[in-house]
């Protein structure tokens, strides 16, 4: 959320805003969505061949349309596949959760 915009001034374009989300969520281009817990605000993973469509996507938005959100887009891929990294040393069996518990 910009500075110097309060809920308040967002509660007119929730429903809006919400409806577009779910829309796109339906459409397989949303693909998660959270809440920030650090500061006021989402992160929504997209489904998108790159920065640009998800831009695209982002720019849609009724509140980034009011000027209320701007965007940080941070592109990702899939990982590594991390077995690919292990020599044939490493024990890879089950249980994989292997997590201590003091």
């Known amino acids: 959320m910009r500075p110097g915009y309060t809920l308040k001034d967002l509660t007119p374009l929730l429903q809006e805003e919400a409806s577009n989300a779910w829309r796109l969520w339906k459409a397989g281009i949303i693909r998660e969505n959270y809440s920030r817990v650090d500061v006021t605000g989402v992160v929504i993973v997209f489904e998108c061949k790159d920065a640009t469509e998800a831009k695209m996507y982002l720019d849609d938005f009724p509140m980034t349309k ?24 490493i024990d890879t069996a089950e249980p994989f959760d292997r997590t201590s518990t003091k």
Do not use: Q, R
């Open 66 to 89: 009011a000027g209320f959100i701007e965007w940080d887009i941070i592109p990702v891929t899939a990982p590594l596949p991390i077995e690919s990294l292990f020599g044939h040393e």
